[in-house]
């Protein structure tokens, strides 16, 4: 079983690398590059702080754009292209596909932050060494070169976990385009989500607010991901937090994916 | 059969001419564009972007349309806030006006609320007095109690709010209460509580203000903060020499019966080596008008000196 998810996600890994999704790094490190030079130029002492901000901010964004636009094809695609027939006539199961769909995906953003981290740090480094004053600087709040910044990688990836999963659970079932704005659209749902906690603040029907409380557990809680204005300030991150809100993204994800199992296995190809 | 997407080997690649062909005429059109766009534009000139708009102006819509995008969005409108100040400051026109600087300090501080260098540095440009500054107080309070607000352990708002009462409002009573509020939270420095005991007792004197002034610009780097710290403290020293030159001559007066028509005079008697400077190295001026007899010249770059300290009455006896 393992073998044949692991099949799947290297398939989905090598076509990414196939469409070009890595060329997005050269783009990452134009900008990391480019913002590095003109920040200077720009602001007032904030240089490190900026390109921090910046490089945390793109590798969200690039993140964002790869588990949307490729999730959602990811089925899609085979069925328009009459492939899946080819694919499901073989000694693999429907949930065991979507697993691999799903693995490769993630695999594909791994290497992708995991680049984009590298370059950040990179470009950090060559700009203490350029300009060391940068690293003594009165207004700095935290080390140039934190680690921290790590955790703020680890939530970005598995908020872009549970993104991929519902773009490839909306892609079984859907055109790409609407997927993309479905997709999309609980994506910044999720980032309201926390008003929903508090309805009943606001209506006074209790069955209203019970609703908003019933959404408020269904829908994605992706708020919580963004620790990245704490890092760059320097403020410490509870490891319980971290591992709180991992643990909730990866669940959250599973069963997500499990839903697309679920319908892709019901789909009748016929 | 569908069409393939490259050309096979078999089919063979565009020959080499075909393709330089292609892009010469791409580069022909993309100079063709740019040489027309650059026609439209002298022709039919831009019109200039309004620095000050915003399209949004409540931080909190700002920060919430921001999504998990906040601090960056903060950097940029900081950015802009810096831009907008340093454009206003420079500019000679005689209507300019500080409108965008507080709601762009305001939204940036609502996306990223520890940003600390808006509200410190924000509250500088907000509290210097016009055309060098907003000359607005009240909005340089109002981003520190902000500051405070979202995060009470920084003591360096509470010390800003003190120093802009005792520098720009000459209120000791409520900088002393701030310098003491200051001191009372967890990291800030010992000499906070003695800056607020001094302050309530002997009011602005200059000894305090050049150790806050010193305090400030230990606190940061930037070049415009070090420039103004260096003018400032440059001028409480001018003031300290104004003072020994008002002794030298009131002697002057003594010995001779009249106030000295120039330095020259003075030095004639021995009382001076040279024509004494100020330290951005241009001569005081004698003048029998203001109370003292000796005050800056206009040309200086330190002039005008605090109005707080400036001798205000007391004609050289």
Redesign the interface.
Known sequence: MLRVIGLVAAHVFKESVRDKVLYNLVLFATLMIGASYLVGQ?????DI??IK??G??AS??FGLFIAVFIGVGLVWKEVDRRSVYNVLVKPLRRHHFIAGKFIGLALTLFVNLAVMAAAVYAVLVVMVWWQP?LAT???V?APVVDPRLLVAFVLIYVQLLVVTAVALFFSTFSSPMLSAALTCGL??VG??NADLAHFENVVTSKAAAALARGLYYVLPN??P??V??AV??G?AIPAGYVLLTCGYGLCYAAAVVGLAMLVFSRRDFK | MSARATPSRAEGRPPRRQALVALTVSALFVAGALGLQASRDVYFPLAQPDATMLYVRSGPAASRLALSFGAVIADLYWIRAIQHYGDTRLSTSPTKQYSALYPLLDLATSLDPRFTVAYRFGAIFLAEPFPDGAGRIDLAITLLNKGLAADPTKWQYAQDAGFIHYWWLQDYKAAAHWFDNASRIDGAPWWLRSMAATTLVQGGDRRSSRVLWTQLGETTDDEWVQTNVRLKIAQLDALDEIDRLVVTVTQYQQIAGRFPPSWEAVRALGLIGAVPADPAGAAYRLDPTQPGGVTIAHESTLYPLPSQFVRKAGPPS
């Open positions: 720009l602001t007032a002492g904030q702080k900026i901000d910046l945390l901010a969200a964004v004053t600087a009165a207004a709040e994506y910044i980032h309201f992706l708020a991901f963004d990245k204005a760059v300030h403020q």
